[in-house]
T-cell receptor, first 115, second 114 residues
Framework: SQTIHQWPATLVQPVGSPLSLECTVE??????LYWYRQAAGRGLQLLFY??????ISSEVPQNLSASRPQDRQFILSSKKLLLSDSGFYLC??????????????FGSGTQLSVL | SQQGEEDPQALSIQEGENATMNCSYK?????LQWYRQNSGRGLVHLIL?????REKHSGRLRVTLDTSKKSSSLLITASRAADTASYFC??????????????FGKGTKLSVIP
């Protein structure tokens, strides 16, 4: 069966520090991978998605970047965190992004607090 | 981009009662999905309804879709305390780059009181 791992679960970082969140998927190959951010009391905002190794699409201009060095690994990074980067970050995968009926499978999330 | 908007934002009911949440969206869709999120956790897919379907059931869940009104509802029957969570609708949208994306609403926070 497929599983998705996301870590760390919580993170407190000072403003201006770097960030690296990692997400890995097991039990499937060539998944579509996503990073979402959820601000308190708000919906999910799609940040990045990837349909393959080295292929990253950005949905929102921001202080963050994403990379996919391996088929089932997706990394969210920042060189210098801002206060506004605080939020709940969720990694997700789906089987085939070219189909309109694919559901997403989410990781357990990372609560990032930038102080 | 189109976005589902859930209504109400928060709902508090007694255990055993039914809970109804609504979702409205702006443009045509291929399907609409409902997800559940326990506090501080990731989202879990509940049910998908296609644009040519009007109603779908899964256990205690009943989803309706009215494409003419661009709205959907999620009904949870005989609610339990364990149903306490936030519920999100998500609509698909063609990204224009040969693929689809899901856009989520802000969710309905359901509290079921024992």
């Amino acid at each position: 069966s497929q599983t998705i791992h996301q870590w760390p679960a919580t993170l407190v970082q000072p403003v201006g520090s770097p960030l690296s969140l990692e997400c890995t998927v097991e039990g499937t190959s060539n998944p579509n991978l996503y990073w979402y951010r959820q601000a308190a009391g708000r919906g999910l905002q799609l940040l990045f998605y990837s349909v393959g190794i080295g292929q990253i699409s950005s949905e929102v201009p921001q202080n963050l970047s994403a990379s996919r060095p391996q088929d089932r690994q997706f990394i969210l990074s920042s060189k210098k965190l801002l206060l506004s980067d605080s939020g709940f970050y969720l990694c997700a995968w789906s089987g085939n992004r070219d189909r309109a009926d694919e559901k997403l499978f989410f990781g357990s999330g990372t609560q990032l607090s930038v102080l | 981009s189109q976005q589902g908007e859930e209504d109400p934002q928060a709902l508090s009911i007694q255990e055993g009662e039914n809970a109804t949440m609504n979702c409205s969206y702006k443009t045509s869709i291929n399907n609409l999905q409902w997800y559940r999120q326990n506090s501080g956790r990731g989202l879990v897919h509940l049910i998908l309804i296609r644009s040519n379907e009007r109603e779908k059931h899964s256990g205690r869940l009943r989803v309706t879709l009215d494409t003419s009104k661009k709205s959907s509802s999620l009904l949870i029957t005989a609610s339990r305390a364990a149903d306490t969570a936030s519920y999100f609708c998500a609509t698909d949208g063609y990204s224009g780059a040969g693929s689809y994306q899901l856009t989520f609403g802000k969710g309905t926070k359901l509290s079921v009181i024992p």
